[in-house]
Nanobody, 125 residues
Framework: QMQLVESGGGLVQAGGSLRLSCAASGRTFSSYSLGWFRQAPGKEREFIAVISRSSGASTYYADSVKGRFTISRDNSKNMVYLQMNSLKPEDTAVYYC?????????????????WGQGTQVTVSS
């Protein structure tokens, strides 16, 4: 079992930055690949970024955030982060972290086994 708790959301002006954090419980944290998703009101949940298990040597981003967002992990602290720069109003959503024991970050579409409760990010224009 793994529990995930997000933090760091809030209200920020367009062009600003936020760093989201996700704290994970469990002793096998490094065995999981970790992802960030978001869901805006009235829209489906959207993939944002994923980082590979173990050292986190591989990452993959959605085109909508590539070059603006950076995912990272700290296995010593059981933490995963999402640094968000150059924020836009369309980035407004609830952001979720998730964990899965997969190796391939893209294909076949990975299955995430654990999800956090989410943290709200609001970007004002």
């Amino acid at each position: 079992q793994m529990q995930l708790v997000e933090s760091g959301g809030g209200l920020v002006q367009a062009g600003g930055s936020l760093r989201l954090s996700c704290a994970a419980s469990g002793r096998t944290f490094s065995s999981y690949s970790l992802g960030w998703f978001r869901q805006a009101p009235g829209k489906e949940r959207e993939f944002i970024a994923v980082i590979s298990r173990s050292s986190g040597a591989s990452t993959y981003y959605a085109d909508s955030v590539k070059g603006r967002f950076t995912i990272s992990r700290d296995n010593s602290k059981n933490m995963v982060y999402l640094q968000m720069n150059s924020l836009k109003p369309e980035d407004t959503a609830v952001y979720y972290c998730a964990a899965g024991s997969f190796y391939n970050l893209r294909y076949p579409p990975p299955t995430y086994d654990y999800w956090g409760q989410g943290t709200q990010v609001t970007v004002s224009s």
